[in-house]
T-cell receptor, first 113, second 113 residues
Framework: GDSVTQMEGPVTLSEEAFLTINCTYTATGYPSLFWYVQYPGEGLQLLLKATKADDKGSNKGFEATYRKETTSFHLEKGSVQVSDSAVYFCALNSGGSNYKLTFGKGTLLTVNP | NAGVTQTPKFQVLKTGQSMTLQCAQDMNHNSMYWYRQDPGMGLRLIYYSASEGTTDKGEVPNGYNVSRLNKREFSLRLESAAPSQTSVYFC????????????FGPGTRLTVL
């Protein structure tokens, strides 16, 4: 079945540091890939997405590239801010008639001033 | 345009009590979902409804029932609550045509004593 593996957290960084959160997946077919973000006390929000190999999703300074050869979708940001402190979830949808998202376990990011 | 709304925000139950969590969306989406979020487990799909009039089990359906009341509303019922059902519950919706992006509500924090 489909599965998503994210790096274990928590991750603690200083403001302006470089961020990478690793995500690898196993899926049938040609999945779409997502990063969702959950700020404290809130629901999940879509951060970025990529629907085919070599696509790069980007939003709010975050980027992730869909790498089919390594089945990965790592999240990166060049300079994090305190306001980026949140839980980040990698997810996939394997498409076709399957409407379901499969989530990773989430990575807690804390950015200190 | 409120997006996805959930009621209540918080609930405390005693073991054996029943309750219904309500979810509504105003985006004219066809598909709706119920997830639970537990520490270290990410989000797990309980039930989903691909379209009005259909419901299907997800990963962890035991102890829950759902009703897709109409296109807007999708409720989750706990018939006899157990401490293992203490969790944060999220409702989500997606447009079938797009298939790929889910929009989440703010969540219901449920404690079963």
């Amino acid at each position: 079945g489909d599965s998503v593996t994210q790096m274990e957290g928590p991750v603690t960084l200083s403001e302006e540091a470089f961020l990478t959160i690793n995500c690898t997946y196993t899926a049938t077919g040609y999945p779409s890939l997502f990063w969702y973000v959950q700020y404290p006390g809130e629901g999940l929000q879509l951060l970025l997405k990529a629907t085919k190999a070599d696509d790069k999703g980007s939003n709010k300074g975050f980027e992730a590239t869909y790498r089919k050869e390594t089945t990965s979708f790592h999240l990166e940001k060049g300079s994090v801010q305190v306001s980026d402190s949140a839980v980040y979830f990698c997810a996939l949808n394997s498409g076709g008639s399957n409407y379901k998202l499969t989530f990773g376990k989430g990575t807690l990011l804390t950015v200190n001033p | 345009n409120a997006g996805v709304t959930q009621t209540p925000k918080f609930q405390v139950l005693k073991t054996g009590q029943s309750m219904t969590l309500q979810c509504a969306q105003d985006m004219n989406h066809n598909s709706m979902y119920w997830y639970r979020q537990d520490p270290g487990m990410g989000l797990r799909l309980i039930y989903y409804s691909a379209s009005e009039g259909t419901t299907d089990k997800g990963e962890v359906p035991n102890g829950y029932n759902v009703s897709r009341l109409n296109k807007r509303e999708f409720s989750l019922r706990l018939e006899s609550a157990a401490p293992s059902q203490t969790s944060v519950y999220f409702c989500a919706s997606s447009d079938r045509l797009v298939l790929i992006e889910q929009f989440f509500g703010p969540g219901t924090r449920l404690t079963v004593l």
